[in-house]
């Protein structure tokens, strides 16, 4: 293959790669499904390729369609033990944040929402919402319709505009957050945490990485009393995170989140989507597997001063 062609596809890579994350909801699988996407490009008869940017987003759009319809990815997805792979603000897998729709796209609740998907619904809306499509360019991306197109649109807003989160969040608001959120869980009092929450607030863990299904929290209280348990530290917390964690605040898929530490390897999570000013749903998680490219990324950038030193 010539310079110019891998040129070509070099300069769409990390568009393919925020569109499979979006539609994947996997860094891991995005990237396999853009490699996949090289492969095809490689192979292809390029002389008879008009736009090569458009049939690129084809190609990724239904390699992605075919993993998401898979036996093994619908076992996974099913079993409950399933959350997005979290990105660390700056990630270029994260793609476009220029508009709200964008922004919203790679939040862990609109991802986890999007479960609800069929999968071309799932890509209609990526597609238009995050990356701007035409009705027209998606049909002929999927091979349906645009009267399809729309209708599937219609029915992917209708069930993700629930999600509707508060806007920008940058360092100095997470830092602001995720401080008020640590100092009511170190009172010891469940009415501080849940005067920060929304009246509808849930929370999703993963069990500090022990368990094999997902831990749901459906109620304000539920949650608030399940972090208030979980941020007291004992030393039997200490030795399962290999150490004693520094916690910081940052900015993980466009939300405030507490990130604990040690030696710059990120050993938990806590995700927190606002809503309205207050905490509308949190993601715990501390599963090594789904914590590798943020501890990478994590390694590479400077930070501030930690919210607690040493937990």
């Avoid at 603000?89 to 793609?95: A, C, I, Q, R, V």
């Avoid at 349906?144 to 940058?170: G, K, N």
């Avoid at 030696?263 to 993601?283: N, T």
Wanted: glycine fraction near 6%.
């Amino acid at each position: 293959m010539d310079a110019r062609t891998i040129e070509q596809f070099e300069a769409s890579r990390s568009r393919l790669a925020s569109l499979a994350y979006r539609l994947l909801g996997s860094a891991a699988d995005a990237e396999d499904s853009v490699q996949d996407a090289f492969l095809r490009w490689q192979a292809a008869d390029r002389d008879r390729i008009e736009v090569p940017e458009a049939w690129l987003t084809k190609i990724v759009t239904n390699l992605c369609l075919d993993r998401l319809r898979s036996a093994r990815a619908r076992r996974e997805r099913a079993v409950g033990a399933w959350l997005p792979e979290p990105l660390l603000d700056g990630d270029p897998m994260l793609g476009p944040a220029d508009t709200f729709e964008q922004r919203e796209s790679v939040s862990l609740a609109v991802l986890i929402l999007m479960e609800r998907l069929s999968p071309h619904e799932r890509a209609v809306y990526v597609l238009r919402e995050a990356f701007s499509y035409s009705h027209a360019e998606i049909a002929g991306i999927l091979d349906i319709t645009e009267s399809a197109s729309q209708q599937h649109l219609h029915r992917a807003r209708r069930r993700v505009t629930a999600s509707r989160r508060d806007d920008v969040i940058d360092g100095a608001d997470a830092r602001r957050i995720v401080e008020a959120f640590l100092d009511a869980a170190a009172s010891g009092r469940t009415e501080r945490l849940i005067a920060l929450l929304t009246e509808d607030a849930t929370a999703v863990s993963d069990g500090a990485g022990l368990s094999e299904k997902l831990l749901l929290f459906p109620t304000p209280e539920r949650v608030a009393a399940t972090v208030r348990d979980a941020l007291k530290p004992s030393e039997g917390k200490r030795r399962r995170a290999g150490g004693s964690p520094a916690l910081h605040a940052g900015v993980v898929n466009g939300s405030p989140a507490m990130i604990a530490v040690i030696d710059d390897r990120v050993v938990g999570l806590v995700v927190l989507e606002m809503r309205d000013g207050k905490i509308a749903s949190a993601h715990g998680m501390a599963s090594p597997k789904r914590l590798g490219r943020l501890t990478a990324a994590w390694s590479q950038q400077e930070h501030d001063a930690p919210i607690v030193e040493s937990w």
